[in-house]
């Protein structure tokens, strides 16, 4: 089991930016940031694989940046121009793969607590 550990995350005004970090105690998989709403399925964010491959939910394209550091372990997501709709609780996550394929819950096995991001108008 790989534990995850985020930071970060906080409350905002309407296009302000915040950043999201997780600390993997393992790396070189395909790690990926989640938020979720309550009454609402985890919803894909960003994933990043092992060769460097990101991939981004529509919603956040041109706004977040997923990045890896996997000589340290970590994942980091800078969030930018953020809306009230980018509230939610966000997790990151881990699948023991090298790619990552579709960004959906269902595949990943190891999950952070979560961290609550809220921008507000």
């Known amino acids: 089991q790989v534990h995850l550990t985020e930071s970060g995350g906080g409350s905002v005004q309407d296009g302000g930016s915040l950043r999201l970090s997780c600390a993997a105690s393992?790396?070189?998989?395909?790690m990926a940031w989640f938020r979720q709403v309550a009454g609402n399925e985890r919803e894909g964010v960003a994933s990043?694989?092992?060769?460097?491959?990101?991939t981004y939910a529509d919603s956040v394209k041109g706004r977040f940046t997923i990045s890896k550091d996997d000589a340290k372990n970590t994942l980091d997501l800078e969030m930018n121009s953020l809306k009230p709709e980018d509230t939610g609780i966000y997790y990151c996550?881990?699948?023991?793969?090298?790619?990552?394929?579709?960004?959906?819950?269902?595949?990943?096995?190891?999950w952070g607590q979560g961290t609550q991001v809220t921008v507000s108008s």
């Open positions: 996550a881990l699948r023991l793969t090298t790619e990552c394929g579709p960004l959906r819950a269902g595949f990943f096995s190891s």
């Open positions: 393992a790396g070189y998989y395909c």
């Open positions: 990043t694989d092992r060769s460097g491959r990101v």
